[in-house]
């Protein structure tokens, strides 16, 4: 491997940080074309070279997806080698967490989640997705950001506005049944069909496309194509703040007690009287309370 570090430059095309990170938080798609050079430490990587090479240093199962529902919530897992028979009959197939296999991988990714302000708690991974002509994915949006970058082949991507939910927590596939939680704090029903309203976009190899979190999208592969996923999944504030507030009562006795309820579930004197205790006490957290605990702990 050279020595051509993939970091966040290599993944925003023209924009500046700050550009970037404005265009993430107001959760705006873009595309940029003709990264092969500075991706070539990815891009030439011999066992992404072909589907077949990748299926043959596989040591894990890959998802062969159902070609009726065409998403990840119906697929199979399968060897590598009949994923790649799969994959020569009309299949998509999903290698998950590619970074288990090259070390540069994890610290490309870990790197480029610090320069983005991702927090420690971050999910960080990997994923190649191998899609035949003509096939693609049905039409959803995920919790997570990701960076599609195109390897082999044409595919056309379709992305729309989400104007349903902003910030979802979990991923949501049109047609199918709404998550329970998801449902529980939407206030809008799901779409039964893609927005009309939509952009398309063609990415050719070397093309990189950022997919914010909860932006609506579906594909189709234009010829045999393979890409490449940089997938983050960052922790809410809500995760960063029950994260840390476990953390900071597991410190008191009184809150590690096994729970036992009495009025027949509805009330209890002794957690009431910690619920108190705690109210007083948040008054005075800041949010470095919070983050001394949930980031800072790699050596
Ligand atoms: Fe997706």
Redesign the pocket.
């Known amino acids: 491997m050279s020595n051509t570090q993939i970091n966040l430059k290599s993944l925003i095309g023209d924009h500046t940080t700050e550009e970037f990170l404005k265009l993430l938080k107001s959760r705006t798609p873009f595309i940029s074309h003709g990264n092969s050079e500075s991706l070539k430490d990815l891009m030439s990587l011999p066992f992404l070279d072909s589907v077949g090479n990748l299926a043959a240093c596989w040591l894990d199962t890959v998802d062969v997806f159902n070609s009726e529902i065409a998403d990840e919530i119906s697929k199979s897992s399968v060897s590598p080698e009949d994923a790649l028979h799969e994959y020569n009959n009309g299949s998509c197939i999903l290698f998950n967490d590619v970074n288990r296999m090259i070390p540069e991988f994890d610290m490309w990714n870990q790197q480029i989640r610090k320069e983005i302000g991702f927090s420690e708690l971050s999910f960080v991974r990997n994923l190649v997705y191998a899609t035949p002509a003509g096939k693609g ?1 049905a039409p ?3 919790q997570n950001f ?1 960076f599609v970058i195109q390897l082999s082949g044409t595919k056309k991507w379709w992305l729309a506005k989400n104007n349903t939910i902003n910030n979802p927590m979990t ?1 949501h596939v049109i047609g199918h049944p709404v998550d329970h939680e998801l449902e529980g704090y939407s206030t809008k029903e799901f779409p039964e069909s893609f927005p009309a309203d939509c952009t398309e976009y063609i990415l050719e190899p070397g093309s990189i496309l950022f ?1 914010p979190r909860g932006v609506w ?1 579906m594909t189709e592969a234009v010829t045999d194509a393979v890409s490449f996923n940089f997938t983050f999944t960052p922790p809410t504030w809500i995760d960063i703040a029950t994260t840390a507030l476990r953390e900071k009562l597991s410190h008191n006795e009184k809150w590690r007690e096994s729970a036992i309820l009495d009025n027949n579930g509805s009330n209890n004197n002794e957690f009431n009287k910690l619920i108190k205790g705690l109210s007083a006490d948040v008054e005075n957290w800041q949010s470095a309370d919070f983050l001394d605990i949930t980031e800072h702990q790699e050596l």
Do not use: G, K, Y
């Open positions: 994915n959803h949006f995920d990701n991923r997919v999208h």
